[in-house]
């Protein structure tokens, strides 16, 4: 063993895979303890490691606690596992649990790679809301109906909830909302990591979407004059917002609860922050709460308070305000970003605020709405729609660096590492809402429609995909075909792309003529 063993090294046998079939797990355990963070990305060995690993005790399962480690470590990595559990559960077996560790590892360094290149397939699916009124109104309220969250869609129309799963479509369930409680009218819901919430009137209910396991809670506090109209959750925090009437006058309460893994909540510990503003956003996170508000359009103001002691205000942070504002919120910094697309980011600690991006190329050049903005993995994500000279709209997407823009070079101007447009078919029709991370795009159009009274609204739940995986059985794979028509999915082989036909085609056909 004097040999320095790594994966550049070839020693003609596997040396784990053999440790494996005699199973010295222990061997391999005592292994891993000596690797640091690096040597886990890398699985680099060498003679010293097998040395000191042969003196020392005993545990099974070295690559099963490989991968934990590693998807305790990074959130990507986890992120992977929600892909394809099936292989995952596979992992409680040590012998296979190896193949695993591989596989993600490759997902991880491919869906990076595929960022980069913008390399993506596509998908969607396809359906509509019966519903009768003003086609501009409709369309507000089912754009107002719909969540995206970074593992599932989900549609609230009437009394039910219909929920997919964001990345292979598939309908996951469609809960009945009424037959609980008949009374909708404060209802809001949203989606947080496996878990959808939803609050009505006085009650908080969570739903497991993964286990169907279901909960509810209803404050001890909260009287019969007083109803949840804010509901959010960010950065392992969920905040509702409660009117509270005294006599005949309404004040407002934030309460603030900590989220555990898995989706756990200690309803007893909570934090109550008595409020003044009826119309506020909220960003959250273990250092900050920051309450949004604009002050008659023309001044905006930040609330700025220590989550550890959310009822005192520690600043006050003003800015001009600009149409078509957006404020989000990451690692103490807030992102103000604007209909021009101007970008601006803020030190909350700190409260140094500097401008540092006004895009070229006319990003924002007959915008037909706001600059929407999305952070995750580190990357922040542009998009907004323009109609070009031939009628035909057009989505423009940007994607940033997040490091990059905290702490811009002085000596050359900042690009987006990612930039794209793409012309949107006629039937598609013009997104209303849609999130981008690192594992893709998702998009909700709504097909245009030329009458003005409508009694039914198409929609679509379109997705362009990072991961490296078939666009019918969704495993992940090294190599994979296209569609030699399209050139927008991807697949094992012939047998999968036969059986997606059915699905895929109107895709197929609707790119082929552009």
């Known amino acids: 063993m004097n040999q320095t063993l790594t994966h550049h090294v070839s020693v003609g046998f596997d040396i784990i895979k053999e440790l494996h079939s005699r199973e010295m797990c222990h061997v391999l355990q005592l292994i891993f303890k000596y690797f ?144 609980k409680r008949q009374n909708l009218q404060n209802f809001k819901f949203i989606l947080w990591d496996d878990a959808l919430l939803y609050t009505h009137d006085q009650q908080i209910n969570l739903r497991n979407i993964v286990t169907r396991k279901a909960e509810e809670h209803k404050p001890s506090w909260m009287n019969p004059t007083n109803y949840i109209n804010f509901l959010f959750a960010s950065n392992g925090y969920l905040v509702i917002g409660v009117y509270v009437k005294n006599q005949k006058h309404f004040s407002h309460n934030v309460v603030i609860w900590k989220i555990k893994k898995p989706v756990e909540i200690e309803w007893e510990e909570f934090r109550m922050i008595p409020l003044t503003l009826d119309d506020y956003e909220t960003s959250i996170d273990h250092r900050f709460v920051i309450f949004t508000h604009r002050i008659e359009q023309s001044q905006l103001i930040c609330d700025v308070r220590k989550t550890s002691d959310p009822t005192t205000t520690v600043k006050i942070l003003k800015f001009a305000s600009v149409e078509g504002e957006d404020v989000s919120y990451k690692y103490g910094l807030l992102l103000i970003t604007n209909l021009k697309a101007d970008m601006m980011i803020v030190d ?159 895709l197929c056909n609707i790119i082929n003529t552009k």
């Not at 396809?126 to 869609?153: A, H, P, T, W």
């Not at 994607?399 to 006629?426: G, H, I, M, R």
């Not at 003005?452 to 929609?459: D, F, G, R």
Request: proline letters at 4%; a positive charge.
């Open 348 to 506: 909350v600690e700190s409260g140094v605020s500097r401008t540092i991006l006004q895009p070229n190329n006319d990003f924002a050049t007959n915008c037909l709405g706001v600059v929407s903005v999305s952070i995750h993995c580190d990357y922040v994500c542009l998009m907004c729609d323009y109609v070009d000279e031939y009628s035909v709209l057009i989505t423009k997407i940007q994607l940033w660096d997040f490091q990059t823009l905290k702490n811009p070079p002085a000596d050359s101007p900042l690009q987006p590492f990612c930039y794209f447009q793409e012309a949107e078919v006629a039937n598609m029709g013009k997104a209303v809402t849609f999130r981008a991370d690192l594992f893709g795009l998702v998009f909700v159009t709504v097909s245009p429609i030329p009458q003005y009274l409508v009694n039914s609204l198409p929609y679509v739940i379109r997705v362009l995909n990072f991961l490296p995986n078939c666009n019918f059985c969704k495993k992940i794979k090294k190599k994979l075909r296209r569609c030699s028509r399209c050139k927008s999915a991807k697949y094992c082989d012939g047998i999968c792309q036969n059986a997606d036909w059915h699905h895929h085609k109107g």
């Open 36 to 179: 640091d963070e690096d040597t886990i990305a890398s699985i680099e060995l060498t003679s010293k490691d097998w040395k000191a690993a042969i003196s020392y005790g005993d545990s099974p399962k070295l690559w099963n606690n490989l991968l934990r480690q590693k998807m305790a470590m990074f959130p990507l990595w986890e992120r992977l596992n929600f892909n394809f559990p099936p292989s995952l559960d596979q992992a409680l077996n040590y012998l296979s649990s190896r193949k695993i560790f591989n596989k993600t590892q490759f997902t991880a360094e491919t869906l990076k790679k595929n960022v980069l290149t913008f390399e993506y397939t596509r998908d969607l699916v396809q359906d509509s809301v019966n519903v009768k009124g003003v086609i501009g109104y409709v369309r507000y309220c089912l754009m107002k109906s719909f969540v995206i969250g970074e593992k599932f869609v989900a549609l609230k129309w009437k009394s039910q909830i219909k929920i997919w799963n964001r990345h292979s479509l598939k309908v996951e369930e469609i809960l009945d909302i009424a037959s």
